[in-house]
């Protein structure tokens, strides 16, 4: 009893020692001994060897569904960015526009007691619209506010800016797919079990989700029935993650007369005009069969059942920021159900994330003054151009790529643009105002400025400077259209990047991730687009077939790996991560031996230098996951490498 009692205080002291807000950025070694279990043998466990000793020290935080060594950089970054904001937001004086703006955003996110008390009272203007409509006509006014300040792609369909496919210096319209409440199509469909069993759950949650905006539990329940029989139908007609995987299968242009002749009964000039933007020509549907579905809805649902599903959707995208009542019962169905999480996180990591959400480049300036060094920019800067050469030396000795295909690739090497650390120019934030004391309004204004700027966009000459991740993100990614590879200043941090470090473990761990980015460019998808970033063939024929049997190896190989249980990786899913991770280990490695060619190699720490090379490579990806969310993940395709769309929601992101 003593000794429980004894672990317990230990747990309490250890959790209240790591919960503070950080002046300073705490530092992990690059390569870290402990991290390994040599007593496994590197040549039939290879993962264990390098990651057996981080697995054991690092069990998962209650408050996560998986932990890893990118997840625990993460929380170094997020504990300095709360040193940072909790700084700001009890100062009075002496701030400047962007520091009043997350400061002021930061206090108010993390006043509980007025949020209490306030319970459901921020939704009532959207619950008194939806009660207001009087037919099927109200419909387009009403989602093109929701859809701007609530920022969801819960209500019926997603609707925002995009480069075109075929020309990537116009940026136009993309009318997307969305309307779903759960992760995507294949949870509505799928008959197994498990997941059964989750729509189960998924009733209950949104039947619970009413009871809170004050229906009767009877009512409720049949409420709940409906928006899945209305989610169903949509997720039917929608594609497989694996379809959208295809630029092809997404792209279909159409005019105004087009859009509005597959949706008769949704009227798009009261939308477009509604949501800020002059009248629009060119639209990219990116899924047909969808917005056929939806208009069969929406003829055949009536008035009640539409105002039953934008109900349950609102309440579901603005829960995170109402009353404790509201974010628990999100947090139990979206989390602890459908990801295994235990607990929900604390208020203070939730409103970082908030702020780096909504106000990212604001944060981002005051993360990247205090812990990004342009010693450190011109050190990563130089690493990534040595890996642009191993991959230049590599295309040109391929024994099964003709010269005119090569030379097509070398072009488009050539152009990528390198982005280290942060952009050129930040964001303006001038245009949102941010009140001490009005924590929903403050979310809705961000949000709206977010979805305004990213509609501004259409019609307008690209700008190509632009960042589609915050600069104190951990990740990085390649975006096929703006030929660019990201690389924000978060993950340029120890032990990812180590300055202290000798040269083997930094090319292996970050040396490999720039090579992965950089491989995403000729992955399957990313070789579909030309050095202008448009989506065009630029391979012979042989070349093509070339590539994807020597692809479909990898697709081969990596399909008889086990997720969990009895499930194996969706390799047709994963298919360009994978090639971008084996592409990009090996390119590291090629510039890692140019890099200290003329250098004495060192051994350390019993280590041959090319040991701590691969070392250092499998130290980036050591992590403990809770199986159910290694479910979500098979379905989902993994975080890195994608262009993430800005949105809202989840618990706090
Ligand atoms: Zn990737």
Redesign the pocket.
């Known amino acids: 009893m003593k000794s429980l009692l004894l672990l317990l205080a230990i747990t309490l002291t250890a959790s209240a020692q790591t919960e503070k807000p950080l002046a300073s950025f705490p530092y992990t070694p690059g390569l870290d001994l402990t991290s390994m279990d040599k007593t496994a043998d590197p040549c039939v466990d290879f993962y264990q060897y390098s990651c057996g000793g981080w697995k054991k020290n690092n069990p998962i935080p209650a408050d996560r569904p998986s932990w890893s060594v990118y997840g625990k950089l993460s929380q170094d970054n997020q504990q300095f960015l709360w040193g940072i904001l909790y700084q700001l937001s009890s100062q009075a004086s002496g701030r400047n526009a962007n520091q009043q703006k997350i400061g002021d955003y930061f206090g108010a996110c993390m006043d509980e007691a007025a949020v209490k008390q306030l319970g459901a009272r921020p939704l009532r203007p959207y619950l008194d619209q939806i009660a207001a409509m009087q037919s099927t006509k109200d419909l387009p006014a009403l989602l093109a506010g929701m859809h701007t300040s609530l920022q969801t792609g819960g209500l019926f369909f997603n609707f925002g800016s995009h480069q075109d496919y075929e020309n990537s210096q116009n940026v136009i319209a993309f009318a997307d797919a969305g309307g779903l409440g759960l992760p995507d199509r294949d949870y509505y469909i799928k008959t197994d079990e498990n997941s059964v069993d989750l729509r189960n759950k998924y009733l209950i949650h949104v039947q619970k989700m009413f009871e809170l905006l004050g229906d009767k539990p009877g009512v409720a329940k049949a409420e709940a029935a409906k928006v899945m029989e209305i989610e169903t139908a949509l997720a039917k007609a929608s594609l497989t993650r694996v379809q959208r995987r295809d630029p092809y299968q997404r792209f279909h242009k159409v005019d105004f007369k087009g859009l509005q002749a597959m949706t008769p009964d949704f009227d798009w000039s009261i939308y477009i005009t509604d949501i800020g933007l002059p009248a629009q020509n060119t639209f990219n549907v990116t899924e047909p069969a969808f917005y056929a579905e939806l208009d069969k809805q929406l003829k055949a649902l009536n008035l009640d059942d539409i105002k039953t599903y934008l109900r349950w959707h609102t309440a579901s995208a603005a829960a995170p920021y109402l009353s404790d009542d509201f974010v628990n019962e999100n947090f139990n169905f979206f989390s602890k159900t459908l990801r295994g999480v235990p607990q929900l996180r604390p208020r203070w990591k939730r409103c970082v994330n908030l702020v780096d959400d909504q106000l990212g480049e604001a944060l981002g300036q005051e993360f990247v003054a205090r812990a990004f060094s342009p010693e450190l920019k011109q050190k990563t800067s130089l690493m990534t151009s040595q890996i642009e050469h191993s991959m230049e030396e590599d295309i040109n000795t391929l024994d099964w790529m003709s010269p005119a295909t090569k030379q097509q690739a070398v072009a488009k090497l050539h152009v990528i643009v390198n982005k280290i650390g942060y952009p050129d120019k930040w964001r303006d934030y001038s245009s949102v105002e941010i009140k001490p004391n009005d924590f929903f309004g403050n979310v809705q204004r961000a949000a709206t400025f977010e979805s305004k700027r990213d509609l501004n966009k259409i019609g307008k000459p690209l700008d190509r400077g632009e960042w589609g991740m915050t600069p104190p993100t951990v990740n990085a ?2 975006s096929q259209q703006m030929n660019d590879i990201n690389f924000p200043a978060g993950v340029l941090q120890p032990p990812l990047y180590d300055p202290k470090m000798d040269d083997a473990p930094n090319y292996g761990d970050t040396g490999a991730t720039i090579g ?2 950089l491989t ?1 460019a000729f992955d399957d998808r990313g070789r579909q687009f030309d050095a202008h970033g448009n989506l065009k063939d630029w391979w012979t024929r042989d070349d093509a077939k070339n590539f994807t049997d020597r692809a479909q190896c990898i697709v081969d190989q990596y399909a008889q790996y086990t997720v969990v249980d009895d499930i194996k990786i969706n390799s047709a899913l994963t298919e ?2 994978d090639i ?1 991770d084996l592409g990009g280990l090996l390119l590291a490695w090629m510039a890692w031996k140019d890099q200290t060619r003329n250098m004495n190699r060192e051994s350390r720490d019993g280590l041959s230098p090319e040991q701590r090379f691969f070392v250092g490579n499998a130290q980036w990806a050591c992590e403990n996951d809770r199986p159910e969310n290694l479910r979500v993940r098979h379905h989902r395709s ?1 975080l ?3 262009v993430p769309r800005k949105r809202t929601g989840g618990e706090y992101g």
């Open positions: 990614y390649f992965h980015e995403h360009g991560e971008a993994a890195t490498g994608q």
